[in-house]
């Protein structure tokens, strides 16, 4: 049985005023809202369970978020049947959910809750998150003083530490210096080892090609392949304008 | 076709009171994080009204009873100041956890839940007040105090109904924004707060009855300051308001759970 699965999966998007949407999302009635927009097609999509990478590319405002979202599910599909099964965690943004007022240590708790986390698998993995965050020395200091790059690197460090079959993963930490990105690396390569599911959106055909064993290719919400990493990228570059 | 979605491992019940309790906490800890006088600032308000409506008071002649007026107005003003916080809290609940709810699938009730939870910190600062003030004017505190969990738990369900729907409209109508600070003005008129309900014109008496606060301002002056129970039917108005109410909110919560991430 597959790991993740869409068949036919559909999304579409209200454009109008928020009071609009509202009716429409409450009655479930479209007619009260008129602007729609179709962010993914008629998808169908099959992960098989062992640790694989799949990379996601396309054109901005292709459905590769959508996507992710929907698998995550941070959001629906208006139409089509999903399965998913085991714990997500998004790696996207990673420090998207961290809060400027309070410190390292007090981010730790809240988003490694928010990400799925016990408290007490938080406490246990502590000294493994600060470690390998690299901002030990900054721990009991607010957010608001860190560098970018140690609030992604903290971001990171808490979500990759839950223990998640399927992992949403973004280029979110090349931010991050470029120690931090060896280091993240090997951790991705060791979560995919012990049969986690990478979903890799990435605009970088070179981590793609390092890290993807297969790529779904998407346009205009709708899917164009999905093949050998190699395979795809070729084509996709060519039709790109890239050599 | 409809959408099918097929999810495991389900959300654990345990995992989500942990998360309410880290957001009631993180809540707690930032409102007055880096503030001179920290907690001190949940009396900041009743306070002030109470020395401003003693004035008030002189100039127009407000019945109190046998009360103390200071201490009439306190307890209301304290109901008042619990409402119009958690109130004024609940607009941003959803909407300030943005980036949260646009990448993890959490649910959305946590965080007008998490407001409720957070404002027994003001609820316990606030009735240690009174019981102070209740002190300070010799008057004695009798078995009618019982009641007062009862009230604050109606109080609280009550706000927790509203919270639901205010922190939505919220998502969807940004006017809601814009629009109460006033609306938040004409109910605290519109309450007895610094008047007694007795004092209601009798044109307006039935239409004050409906106001959730009139059975619960009165209520907590007459368990606290008169020591008799409290008006029973008062109190029936406010239950049937928090039931039609969470018969609206939560029916509209569950159908947005899914929706919300989009809105954003």
């Avoid at chain 1, 990673?94 to 809240?110: D, H, K, V, W, Y």
């Avoid at chain 2, 001190?40 to 002189?58: D, H, K, S």
Wanted: hydrophobic share 50%; proline share 5%.
């Amino acid at each position: 049985m597959e790991r993740i699965r869409l068949d036919s999966v559909s999304k579409r998007f209200s454009r109008g005023s928020g009071t609009k949407t509202l009716l429409a999302s409450v009655s479930g009635i479209s007619w009260f809202q008129s602007e729609w927009f179709l962010a993914l097609d008629q998808v169908n999509l099959a992960i098989p369970d062992s640790g694989v990478c799949l990379g996601i590319i396309g054109p901005n405002g292709s459905g590769k978020t959508t996507l992710l979202r929907i698998i995550a599910g941070v959001t629906a599909p208006t139409q089509g049947k999903v399965m998913v099964r085991g714990q997500v965690v998004p790696l996207l943004e990673a420090s998207a959910g961290m809060q400027p007022e309070l410190t390292g240590r007090e981010n730790i708790f809240l988003n490694g809750i928010i990400l799925g986390m016990r408290r007490r698998e938080i406490q246990r993995k502590l000294d493994s998150i600060v470690e390998f965050s690299g901002v030990d020395k900054f721990l009991d200091m607010p957010l608001k003083h860190y560098s970018l790059g140690m609030v992604t690197r903290l971001g990171f460090s808490v979500a990759s530490h839950v223990d998640a079959n399927i992992l949403l993963v973004d280029e979110s930490w090349s931010m991050a210096d470029a120690s931090f990105q060896t280091k993240s690396f090997s951790r991705l390569t060791q979560l995919r080892k012990r049969g986690g599911i990478l979903l890799l959106v990435s605009h970088d055909p070179n981590l793609i090609r390092r890290l993807a064993d297969q790529v779904l290719w998407l346009q205009n919400g709708r899917v164009v392949r999905m093949g050998p990493t190699e395979e795809i990228l070729k084509d996709y570059l060519s039709v790109a304008g890239l050599p | 076709m409809r959408a099918q979605v097929i999810r495991t491992p389900r959300l654990s019940i345990r995992w989500s009171a942990e998360l309410l309790w880290a957001l009631s906490i993180h809540r707690v800890n930032t409102r007055y994080k880096e503030t001179l006088f920290g907690f001190g600032w949940i009396l900041l308000q009743p306070i002030a009204l109470t020395i401003i409506f003693a004035y008030i008071r002189r100039v127009a002649n407000i019945p109190s009873g046998e009360v103390p007026y200071p201490l009439f107005s306190a307890t209301g003003l304290c109901a008042w100041a619990l409402t119009s916080l958690v109130v004024s809290q609940s607009l941003v609940c959803i909407s300030g956890f943005t980036p949260v709810i646009k990448r993890v699938a959490v649910p959305k009730i946590l965080f007008p839940l998490s407001v409720i939870v957070a404002s027994m910190v003001d609820l316990c600062v606030m009735v240690l007040f009174l019981i102070a003030l209740l002190f300070y004017y010799g008057t004695a505190i009798s078995v009618t105090i019982l009641w007062l969990p009862v009230l604050l738990f109606v109080h609280l369900c009550f706000l927790f109904a509203l919270t639901c729907l205010t922190s939505l409209a919220n998502v969807y109508m940004r006017d809601i924004s814009h629009a109460l600070p006033s609306l938040l003005q004409l109910w605290f008129f519109a309450s007895p707060v610094f008047y007694p309900s007795s004092m209601v014109p009798e044109e307006f008496r039935a239409l004050s009855h409906w106001n959730p606060l009139t059975g619960l301002i009165e209520g907590y002056r007459s368990v606290l300051l008169l020591h008799q129970s409290p008006s029973l039917q008062l109190l029936a108005h406010t239950a049937i308001i928090t039931f039609i109410l969470l018969g609206i909110g939560l029916p509209i919560f569950v159908r947005l759970e899914s929706c919300v991430a989009d809105a954003l």
